[in-house]
């Protein structure tokens, strides 16, 4: 059975810096894109990264560009989200996802098209 667990998150001042990891389980991610996504409080889940774990392809969202960067290790079956620069506005729980829809889309705005949800983890940065 694929499941996806989240980890990393935790409270940081503006500025600050936070690695997250999404753990496959033994199956591995269930697919070959994995990506990262975030939902604050009364707000809809949105992209932020995508890669494909081949070969490492990567996109992210507008809003992270330049300050976030995802990468795998498919020894350890872990993809990392490392935040750089963050902003109050990056406060969400994040979570993980592979893409597991025919024909998906490996991209940030393809929420729709991935599943395996972890639990998430909370990430807050105050100002």
């Known amino acids: 059975q694929v499941y996806l667990k989240e980890s990393g998150g935790d409270s940081v001042q503006a500025g600050g810096s936070l690695r997250l990891a999404c753990a496959g389980s033994?199956?591995?991610?269930?697919?070959?894109?994995v990506g990262w996504f975030r939902q604050a409080p009364g707000k809809i889940r949105e992209g932020v990264a995508t890669i494909f774990t081949s070969d490492g392809d990567a996109y992210y969202s507008d809003s992270v560009k330049g300050r976030f960067t995802i990468s795998r290790d498919n020894t350890k079956n872990i993809v990392y989200l490392q935040m750089h620069n963050l902003i109050p506005e990056d406060t969400a729980k994040y979570y993980c996802g592979a893409a597991v829809a025919e024909g998906y889309v490996c991209l940030p705005r393809a929420v729709e098209d991935f599943g395996y949800w972890g639990p998430g983890t909370q990430v807050t940065v105050s100002s």
């Open positions: 033994e199956y591995g991610y269930g697919s070959s894109c």
